[in-house]
């Protein structure tokens, strides 16, 4: 049932009401997940605004006060005196719902709900009622929640500490922190500094020449013109891909095996990410290209990348079985989370309980993408498609051939077999006979002296015996036959019964042969009749109901005379049986004169025939509401705004999301870039914006950032500059007691925050320290595994069906679904990576090779690699310690001290943590 | 009700917002150590048996003399098995005879199962919605029919942590992989660390049986003497930093769990140390094995153990029902076995085994004498930690094709579970994409009559 009905899931929660207090939140919670949903499932129907049996509506609380025919039905706090608890405990004189009792755990809910006062939040609170799907009207107030509004340009507040800030988004950020009597720490040094940005915006450690010169750079541009020569590397464009493919859930096959579609080629899609960073691209074409990069005008230049960019979803995750519904539910989950920050897909079953999105909208959508095909463009000259493609119809011209050819050659078994009736009858009673007297012989032993097909001469038994001839009444005469035979003694070799038994076989045989041509021949009435115009009457002819049971149970497809599969080629004729393997002899043949398939971009076409969806009522596609109009959804567009018109609609729906006054795609996007700096985003659920996210912690520079990024004509790079010049980025990341009290989780950002590594940059930054880093762009990924994959771990092979270890054992995401922000999970399994893989042992084998490679005494190698990993010089207790570990190990024998203590180096909270 | 668990145990640690600043999340917090419960489990740790590729219920546990009567008829109109080819209905090859003090009738298949009956809650009605692999596996080992969803171990784990923490939570015995393979001990949208840890038990080294679980060139007192260093130079950079950071300091503790976990693992998995009578009374083979360890697991807290009777789905006997005797002949000792230990070391009071596989098989053959998929009706059993022992619930129709009495789904079978271990299936949630889900989506009621 995949996503169906996961909607309500939170709602039958039975969770206490913690405070007995009508108006505060929990008790607003409460409500709606669980008292509104019991109201409008069970009650509604018969007393809402469609109804009111006996003048009760139960959709307000006034409504519930003012009650109806048999008084008030509620008395808030005392749920033994409210009406409504009476009739819902089933055991008084009025029962409700009539039909069915509540679940226990809804009647207490309720019972709370009322002993708590009956809290019921009125529209502006949080939650939405429940509406129908027919009516998606949107009030003023759904217009104004904040992720909505046009975007607000407020001018940079007032601050007390004018210096420290350096830029308009300091000032937002210090004017926060000022007001809570909060002071931001002071900047990171210049190698902390070089080191965090660096890995923020390439994935990989600074060189200690780059942080040499840096260091030596005492102008005022010194770190800007870091940033620009790091925004200029094409490392760059590696490292901010990755970002985007965790929310595009890339994958290069689906989590089942069966007949899955694979994309071979998916990497096309990576490329042009990485791409698109790397140029700078504009936003707008960012997300035009991904949604609609097919149907984007063909000037020719560039049109394989724009087909590539729609990889967003044609590289989808596609079910076992082709669960379409479900398949369109992870597009629109990927379009609206992905680019909105909106879970739309909560709407699939009924109107979203939290956000002004209908069914409406949820359907709107998905028929857009309905109206998509996936569809594979061939990267190959027409010829070498053609080559392809007409081989490939050859072998299963022939497959198809040698199945029909064994269809019809079985067929003419059982035909024959039909002739052979009597003696396979006889041979069923002679055997049962044997039997008597030799329990054991078998079957097969039997039928193979007479001649016969063992499975034939089972069911013939079977079929023959006293409980089963005497169900059937072509069987008759037999069983009374056989059903007067001694049954103790083997009557086989009595000359006269058997002569007997072999005249009820005759007659059974004949007439079994009889009925199929009477069979045949009105088979043969009623189609020339059909042919001839004549309608076949309420007396046309048909087989008497004995026949055709006779002719079903012997020679139809489950007959007893149907050839088994395992059974088929064996009890065919010799001249058969060559001629069939004459035909796989050539079958193998063409399969090995099929070409290797030609490459391909995995990419989206329209439909030849586009069209809307239905709402799905209750998510069911057997019930179905009115239709849904492709368009965009409701609350981000004009009320006035036409459905789509042109194909699928994905043209128009790419551009009304990357739409300049689309505020909420560009609050998203720049939360998401900011995210990535900061280690969490202004909007701290970057994937949801909606009233069940967090709100934004500084709401004006949200919208600062926002529209300063549209001002730029969606200029990623320029973002970047923005923030990372900032005071605000260059804080250290130093502990501050006074400010951890009143702040402990830094949202507003008094300091920078300590980041692990992801395993991409981790790995990558351990191939860069030994220099083994293979740093060729692009291409098919590889497989992380391979010993010798020395190329960034964004090439890796990226499978749903099962994720490579090292990325799942560190919190990479599932690729079977859009991820917003990666886990930071610390446990055992990973250290035991650092301690044992042979990855790790490879890396520290090659650090140490080449620190050897330089000249110096041990001393000088430490402080060398020191530099190298770290950015900074080693202190001389650290030299000290890895002096003596070198002694030690060195006495203690097993592999080489150096590669010991370069596993150590490569191993530390400072290899693997950000300042 | 009450919120210890909802609000403290999950909400608090779990909170679906792990994003480094607020690494008191899951940076500093073990994600896996115990967590309390909803109330009293009865069981503290499960041993699945999955029998993967679906046994005949008919041929196993559920008797159905009416089909030996009835063999060679075509199936009843009424019944709709969706699966093309409905052959004619075949008895089973197999006798049942009673068993234990309860009289459960259990097939000859399972002659040593047969004397553990009186520990067994057999159920008789279970059903599932897709007689496809695929799909019914991935709805027995999360839920749903689709690849999105966490494992029922990756529930447990996330929801109730794990007793020893120099052993991964949550582990798959398999010898070689299922079909579906790792996404039915998939975390999914949990965090990684809740994923099961897949061991392909087809050939036991414990030196290699978890990744990287052990150093192939130093020795343990070379290795401890490299990690102090790497600890000396953690604390350096610690205190540079003030001392305190609770990000840095966890990944400090889990090297040191890490050392631990390599011999305690080794340990755990080497059953070379096990008695020649214990080991003879498991028998031989990769199941016999998986069982042993399973045992030995559990019983160093371990949350959850699956083992997958074989590679790929030997149970799938569509040509040939007799091969089920081979299937029985590799498994029934091994389970007696490890009932039987359990019994004697104290242990099943509170370890729940559940056996069964993602479906039954049809009551008729396939034209051949095979038995084809069925999802309508089949059999499951229970053992141990809270369930009722000699018990049977619910039946099929007389011949085996529905559950008609006292139906379990696997979304009850699943809030059963749940409940033995101390949770209530509608509170296990986590946040995910805007809304809270949960194993039992909005399904599933607790099976009260299996409960002892």
Redesign the interface.
């Known amino acids: 049932?995949?996503?169906t009905?996961?909607?309500?899931?939170?709602l039958?929660?039975?969770?206490?009401l913690?405070v007995a207090r009508a108006d505060d939140a929990a008790g607003a919670d409460f409500f709606e997940k669980c008292v509104r949903p019991v109201l409008v499932e069970n009650c509604l129907g018969c007393h809402g605004p469609s109804k009111a049996k006996s003048g009760l509506r139960v959709d307000s609380r006034e409504a519930l006060l003012a009650g109806g025919d048999g008084g008030p039905a509620l008395k808030p706090g005392d749920p033994d005196g409210s009406r409504l608890i009476e009739v819902i405990r089933h055991d008084g004189d009025i029962a409700m719902p009539p039909k069915r009792r509540l679940a226990d755990?809804e009647i207490a809910a309720l019972r709370e709900w009322v002993k708590a006062g009956a809290p019921w939040p009125d529209s502006a609170s949080k939650t939405r009622a429940a509406r129908p799907a027919a009516s998606p009207i949107l009030t003023a107030e759904d217009r104004d929640y904040w992720a909505f509004r046009p975007l607000h340009v407020a001018a940079p507040p007032a601050v007390r500490n004018a210096a420290w800030a350096s830029s308009h988004i300091d000032r937002f950020v210090l004017a926060r922190l000022e007001a809570k009597g909060l002071h931001p720490v002071p900047p990171a040094d210049k190698r902390a500094l070089i080191r965090r940005v660096t890995f923020d915006l390439t994935g990989l450690p600074p060189t200690p020449a780059e942080i040499d010169a840096f260091l030596a750079d005492e102008s005022a541009e010194a770190f800007a013109r870091v940033v620009d020569r790091l925004l200029a590397s094409p490392a760059y464009g590696e490292r901010w891909a990755r970002h985007w493919l965790d929310i595009a859930r890339y994958g290069e096959d689906q989590?089942?095996?069966?007949e899955a579609r694979l994309y071979p080629y998916g990497y096309r899609y990576r490329d042009w990410v990485v791409k698109a960073f790397n140029d700078d691209m504009p936003f707008e074409r960012f997300v035009t290209e991904q949604i609609a990069g097919d149907l984007l005008p063909d000037d020719g230049d560039g049109k394989d990348d724009r087909l590539a960019a729609t990889g967003l979803f044609a590289l989808g995750?596609v079910?076992?079985?082709r669960?379409v519904l479900?398949e369109l539910d992870d597009r629109v989950?990927t379009l609206t989370?992905g680019f909105l920050g909106l879970?739309v897909?909560?709407a699939r079953c009924h109107d979203h309980k939290?956000d002004p999105i209908s069914q409406r909208d949820y359907y709107a959508l998905a028929g857009i993408f309905s109206s998509t095909d996936y569809k594979e463009y061939p990267q190959a000259p027409p010829e070498v498609v053609a080559r392809y493609d007409e081989a490939n119809a050859r072998v299963k011209k022939q497959t198809d051939a040698i199945a029909a050819f064994v269809r019809q050659e079985s067929a003419r078994w059982t035909e024959r077999a039909a002739g052979q009736t009597a003696r396979y009858v006889v041979a069923a009673w002679t055997l049962a006979n044997h039997r008597k007297a030799q329990p054991d012989l078998s079957t097969a032993d039997f039928a193979r002296a007479e001649g016969l097909e063992a499975f034939a001469v089972d069911?013939w038994l079977?079929?023959l015996s006293p409980?089963?001839a005497a169900k059937r009444p072509y069987l008759a005469r037999w069983h009374s036959l056989v059903s007067a035979q001694d049954a103790s003694v083997d009557l086989s070799r009595e000359e006269k019964v058997t002569a007997e038994v072999a005249r009820a076989a005759e007659a059974l045989q004949a007439y079994l042969l009889a009925s199929i041509r009477v069979g045949e021949t009105l088979k043969a009435q009623a189609d020339a009749a059909r042919t001839a115009g004549v309608k076949a009457g309420d007396k046309s002819l048909s087989l008497d109901p004995t026949a055709a049971r006779l002719i079903r149970e012997i020679v139809s497809a489950?007959g007893v005379f149907?050839l088994?599969?395992?059974r088929a080629e064996k009890a065919l004729a010799a001249s058969v049986r060559a001629e069939l393997k004459a035909m796989r002899t050539e079958l193998d043949r063409l399969k090995k004169a099929v070409p290797p398939k030609y490459p391909v971009i995995h990419a989206l076409a329209d439909k030849a025939h586009t069209g809307n969806l239905r709402v799905h009522l209750r998510g069911n596609p057997a019930t179905l509401g009115d239709e849904a109009p492709r368009r965009f959804l409701a609350v981000l567009s004009a009320e006035t705004a036409a459905p789509f018109s042109r194909g699928s609609g994905r043209l128009e729906l790419a551009r009304s999301i990357a739409a300049r006054d689309n505020p909420l795609a560009a609050r998203v996007f720049v939360n998401r870039v900011w995210?990535a700096h900061?280690?969490?985003?202004l909007v701290?659920?970057p994937?949801?914006f909606?009233r069940?996210?967090?709100p934004p912690s500084h709401p004006e520079l949200l919208d600062w950032l926002a529209a300063r990024f549209l001002n730029s004509g969606g200029s990623l790079k320029a973002l970047h500059r923005d923030i990372l010049l900032s005071s605000t980025y260059r804080l250290s990341?130093?502990?501050d007691s006074q400010s951890h009290e009143i702040d402990?989780?830094?949202?507003l950002l008094w300091r920078a925050?300590?980041?692990?590594l992801e395993v991409e940059a981790w790995r990558d930054a351990m191939l860069a320290a030994t220099d083994e880093l293979d740093a060729t762009p692009g291409g098919p990924s590889q497989d992380l595994a391979a010993p010798d994959n020395r190329r960034r771990t964004l090439y890796a092979k990226i499978s749903?069906?099962?994720?490579d270890?090292l990325l799942?054992?560190?919190?990479?995401p599932?690729p079977?679904?859009?991820?917003d922000?990666?886990?930071?999970?610390?446990?055992?399994?990973?250290?035991?990576?650092?301690?044992?893989?042979?990855f790790m042992?490879r890396r520290a084998q090659a650090l140490a090779a080449r620190l050897a490679a330089a000249d110096g005494d041990d001393e000088a190698r430490i402080r060398r690699a020191f530099v190298e990993l770290y950015g900074r010089p080693a202190?001389a207790?650290?030299v000290r310690?890895?002096l003596d570990?070198l002694a030690?190990?060195s006495a203690?024998?097993?592999?080489p001290a150096w590669h010991?203590?370069a596993?150590?180096?490569l191993?530390?909270?400072?290899f693997?943590?950000l300042? | 009700?009450?919120?210890g668990f909802?609000a403290v145990g999950l909400a608090g640690v779990l909170a679906n917002?792990?994003?480094?600043?607020?690494?008191?999340a899951?940076?500093s917090a073990?994600?896996?150590a115990p967590k309390p419960t909803h109330h009293e489990p009865r069981a503290k740790r499960v041993i699945f048996l999955f029998m993967n590729g679906g046994p005949s219920h008919v041929d196993t546990l559920d008797p159905k003399p009416a089909l030996a009567?009835h063999?060679?008829e075509?199936a009843p109109e009424s019944i709709k098995t969706s699966r093309k080819r409905a052959?004619?209905l075949m008895g089973s090859p197999f006798s049942f005879r009673k068993c234990g003090e309860s009289g459960i009738e259990v097939s000859e298949l399972f002659p040593f199962l047969g004397e553990c009956v009186d520990d067994l809650c057999v159920i008789r009605s279970m059903h599932t919605?897709v007689p496809?692999h695929?799909?019914a596996l991935l709805m027995m080992n999360s839920g749903?029919?689709?690849?999105?969803r966490p494992s029922l171990g990756s529930w447990l784990t996330y929801g109730l942590g794990t007793e020893n923490?120099?052993l991964?939570g949550f582990v798959v015995l398999c010898p070689g992989k299922p079909?579906?393979?790792?996404?039915l001990w998939?975390?999914?949208?949990l965090?990684?660390?809740f994923?099961g840890?897949h061991i392909n038990n087809k050939a036991i080294d414990p030196q290699r049986i978890?990744?990287?679980?052990?150093?192939?060139?130093?020795?343990a007192?070379?290795?401890r003497?490299?990690?102090d260093?790497?600890q000396?130079?953690?604390e350096?950079?610690?205190g540079a930093?003030?001392g305190?950071?609770s990000?840095?300091e966890?990944?400090?503790q889990?090297?040191e769990?890490?050392?631990r976990?390599?011999f305690e693992a080794q340990d755990a998995f080497d059953i070379g140390s096990e008695s020649k009578a214990t080991r003879g009374m498991y028998g031989d083979g990769e199941f016999a094995d998986g069982c042993l360890i399973a045992r030995r697991l559990v019983e160093r807290g371990v949350r959850m153990v699956q083992i997958y009777y074989g590679n790929d789905q030997p149970w799938d006997d569509h040509?040939d029902i007799l091969k089920h005797r081979d299937h029985a002949r590799k498994s029934d000792r091994p389970i007696a076995a490890l009932l039987r230990d359990l019994k004697g070391r104290g242990s099943l009071d509170d370890t729940l085994v559940v056996w069964g596989g993602e479906f039954g098989r049809t009551p008729t053959s396939e034209?051949?004498r095979g038995r084809d998929h069925h999802s309508q009706g089949f059999s499951m059993w229970l053992a141990g930690g809270g369930v009722k022992g000699g018990h049977v619930h619910g039946a099929t129709d007389d011949l085996g094709f529905v559950a008609i009495q006292d139906k379990v789904h696997v979304h009850d079978l699943h809030a059963t579970i749940l409940h033995l271990m101390g949770v209530d299936h509608?509170?296990l949630?986590y946040r995910y994409?805007?809304?809270?889900?949960?194993l039992t989506?909005?399904?599933g009621e607790v099976v009260s009559d299996l409960l002892a």
Not at chain 1, 832 to 838: E, H, I
Not at chain 2, 433 to 438: E, I
């Open positions: 049932m995949g996503r009905g996961s909607l309500v899931l939170g039958a929660l039975a969770t206490t913690p755990d989590a089942h095996t069966f995750p079910y076992y079985g669960a479900d989950d989370r879970t897909a909560c939290f069911r079977k079929l409980a089963e489950d149907a088994p599969k395992d995210a900061f280690g969490r985003g701290a659920t994937s949801n909606g069940m996210g967090e990341s130093r502990m402990p989780d830094n949202v925050n300590r980041r692990r749903r069906h099962s994720l270890g799942r054992l560190f919190d990479f599932d079977n679904l859009t991820s922000k990666r886990p930071i999970t610390t446990v055992p399994l990973q250290q035991l990576f650092v301690l044992n893989s042979p042992e202190t207790r650290e310690l890895g570990f030690e190990a203690g024998g097993g592999p010991q203590y596993q150590v180096l191993g530390t909270n400072e693997a943590y300042d | 009700m009450g919120g909802g917002d792990m994003t480094p600043a607020r690494t008191g899951f940076g073990n994600p896996l009567r063999a060679g075509a052959g004619a919605d496809n695929e799909p749903v029919i689709q690849p999105t923490q120099n991964p079909v579906v393979g790792p996404q998939s975390n999914s949208f965090p990684g660390i994923q840890t978890i990744a990287h679980i052990g150093n192939r060139s130093l020795a007192p070379a290795q003497r490299q990690l260093l790497l000396r130079l953690n350096e950079h610690l930093r003030g305190r950071d990000a840095l966890a990944r400090i889990s090297l769990m890490a050392y976990m390599q040509a034209g051949s509608t509170r949630t994409s805007g809304r809270d889900f949960r989506d909005v399904y």
